[in-house]
């Protein structure tokens, strides 16, 4: 018996066992018999097939939602940096101070690190704005935020505008083992000495910075160079609890001591650094 032979496949030269489409139906011998038999073009490939364009179409959903998150990221970040100063604005600051306290709380490093927030106020800075116009007060606000930059260089030292003229500073610094300097009151008197000199070099670098602002900034068209003066509070304290919450809730209460150090910095006669241990 001979096999049936279609005549689209005489046409094309097609192998007649050779099916075109799964589940086919063609004639073809069998052992030693002849007869009508149901070809499965390999349903395996076909399945795989559907697997390869099921896995790059998973692929391409992958990347986009890799590039989403990427740009939400990217917005998270920017949300948190302050646009005139390019520090972290207040929230910036405390997601900042959260991945801080818990690198050190994973290293078991609390206790044995002194903290000292300053609170910086530039003084009479409505008169920049009200003379040179509020341009001017953005370039010096950003010259004032690239001062605090350089001095905060170390890993764990947080800056940030707290708000309209006033920035805020938190610098963290680990203990090291002095056989000299046994207890914690002359730890403290350690700190305290060698923060107040960072304060004083903040505050002269400040005053002694010129603030070159162009023509185009100042509302007579005419540039010119100024400089300004600024006075800051500073806090100092060595430990902090394990627990993140209760260390916000501390931070929190710095904060209100340490801005009337501010206070007394101001009424003082401005362009001063008053500092104090907790």
């Not at 959903?61 to 990427?70: C, G, R, V």
């Not at 920049?128 to 341009?135: A, F, K, Q, S």
Request: proline fraction near 3%.
């Amino acid at each position: 018996m001979r096999d049936v032979v279609r005549r689209d496949d005489q046409a094309t030269g097609a192998d007649p066992s050779t099916p075109k489409e799964a589940g086919e139906t063609r004639r073809r011998r069998t052992g030693d018999r002849e007869g009508w038999v149901t070809i499965a073009r390999s349903r395996l490939e076909l399945l795989e097939g559907e697997i390869l364009e099921l896995r790059e179409c998973l692929a391409k959903k992958n990347l986009e939602l890799q590039e989403k998150d990427l740009g939400y990221r990217s917005l998270l970040d920017r949300a948190q940096i302050d646009e005139v100063t390019e520090l972290h604005n207040r929230k910036g600051f405390w997601n900042e101070f959260r991945r801080e306290h818990h690198r050190l709380r994973s290293l078991n490093l609390l206790n044995e690190t002194s903290s000292a927030l300053l609170l910086l106020d530039i003084d009479f800075f409505k008169r920049v704005n009200d003379n040179h116009g509020h341009t001017a007060g953005d370039i010096v606000l950003h010259a004032v935020a690239d001062a605090g930059k350089r001095k905060i260089q170390r890993a764990g030292d947080i800056g940030c505008r707290w708000g309209g003229e006033e920035f805020a500073f938190l610098i963290r610094e680990q203990i090291k083992p002095d056989k000299d300097l046994a207890g914690t009151g002359r730890r403290q008197a350690n700190q305290l000495g060698s923060i107040a000199n960072f304060a004083h070099n903040l505050r002269q670098a400040i005053e002694t910075t010129p603030i070159a602002l162009p023509a185009t900034s100042t509302p007579d068209g005419r540039a010119l160079t100024i400089s300004v003066t600024v006075s800051i509070g500073v806090l100092v304290w060595i430990g902090s609890p394990r627990d993140y919450g209760e260390a916000g809730r501390q931070l929190e209460q710095k904060f209100k001591d340490v801005d009337r150090n501010l206070y007394l910095a101001k009424a003082q006669g401005r362009n001063r650094v008053v500092i104090s241990q907790s």
